[in-house]
């Protein structure tokens, strides 16, 4: 089958077609497994992180992307909860010990970094971590949902929030967009704030409904209960924890952070920043309840991804403009 493998970890910068277009043998699916023919797969920024080098896959090659969508061609012994030619989903978890918090297991496993991912015209995944999709999502439009609208689905629920307090949302590309949609369906009481470092962004984000746009570091009308952080540096956290209200908490919500910025963590005031009972809580993976409920709001909303696609054999350029901050809304990969 094709496929898109990483072979060897550098920054983009250094190397800006990071996956090699290679030819490898189908997966068979093992027991309690099934092999998906694969339709799409989103573009996340967690790719960077893994060919950066700040989550690296235990062993290289691998093929990485996980949020996919496809096709359900064979399934394995014992498995018996889906049928062949469903349409399914697999998300960033691949695996884990099925329990409340298998996102915090030692035996999660990652799709795309630990176990091959959907860059891919094919892929093997356990039945229990693939998901009908609804049918009111096309397949590009469900493929962001797997992990950009799960995580943040899970990152939205961990701020508390309770309709008429105020949620600020700092970083608006796949996740961010997301979110703003599922926020306004679950809290219609709520304001919205968006901090963004692009006007274009910005702009979006106010199309799709928010109260308020602003750059990163602009205050915003009212101090929101809680905030949402989804970029990959470390600014934006410190002008979230000044702009939070006394008691509120914000939610990071990225695997890992770059250091290109990491010297302004020494600018943090306890007094500003942190004091009257402030609190930082992180998104640690999903699991696969998560991505389970989080489908279903989806589709009553129904919530609706703003898509750019590109071939499967495009996916260095896709990566490179997710870098550069060229996005708006998310960015998926056409297999067939």
Not at 80 to 98: A, F, K, T
Not at 153 to 158: K, Q, V
């Amino acid at each position: 089958m094709k496929a898109l493998a990483l072979t060897s970890m550098a920054s983009l910068e250094e190397n800006g077609e990071p996956l090699e277009l290679v030819e490898v043998p189908r997966p068979a699916p093992g027991p309690g497994e099934v092999l998906i023919r694969v339709h799409a797969c989103g573009v996340c920024h967690t790719e960077l992180d893994e060919i950066e080098g700040r989550t690296p896959p235990p062993s290289l090659p691998v093929i990485p992307g996980h949020e996919v969508v496809g096709v359900i061609e064979t399934l394995g012994a014992g498995a018996s909860c889906l049928e062949r030619g469903q349409r399914v989903g697999v998300g960033w978890i691949h695996s884990s010990d099925g329990s409340a918090r298998e996102n915090l297991s030692e035996r999660f496993r990652a799709t795309g970094r630990d176990a091959n991912g959907g860059y891919a015209e094919y892929l093997v995944i356990g039945e229990a971590y693939a998901y009908p999709i609804p049918e009111v999502f096309s397949d590009a439009e469900a493929a962001p949902l797997l992990c950009a609208g799960s995580v943040g689905y899970r990152a939205l629920r961990l701020t508390g929030l309770e309709d008429g307090q105020r949620l600020g949302l700092t970083g608006f590309g796949g996740s961010g967009h997301l979110v703003l949609q599922l926020a306004k369906h679950l809290f219609p009481g709520s304001e919205i704030y968006v901090f963004a470092r692009s006007e274009t962004e910005r702009d979006f984000a106010l199309e799709l409904g928010a109260d308020w746009a602003g750059d990163t570091s602009a205050a915003p009308p009212e101090a929101p209960d809680a905030i949402i952080d989804t970029t990959p540096a470390w600014r934006p956290v410190i002008a979230a924890l000044a702009a939070l209200r006394p008691g509120g908490r914000l939610v990071i919500n990225a695997i890992r952070k770059e250091a290109g910025d990491s010297p302004a963590l020494a600018e943090i005031d306890y007094a500003q920043h942190l004091w009257l009972e402030k609190e930082i809580k992180t998104v640690a993976n999903v699991t696969a309840a998560d991505i389970r409920e989080f489908l279903q709001v989806a589709a009553e909303i129904p919530l609706r991804a703003e898509v750019e696609v590109y071939p499967l054999e495009e996916a260095n350029r896709a990566l490179r403009e997710l870098k550069a901050g060229h996005i708006r809304g998310a960015k998926v990969l056409k297999v067939i």
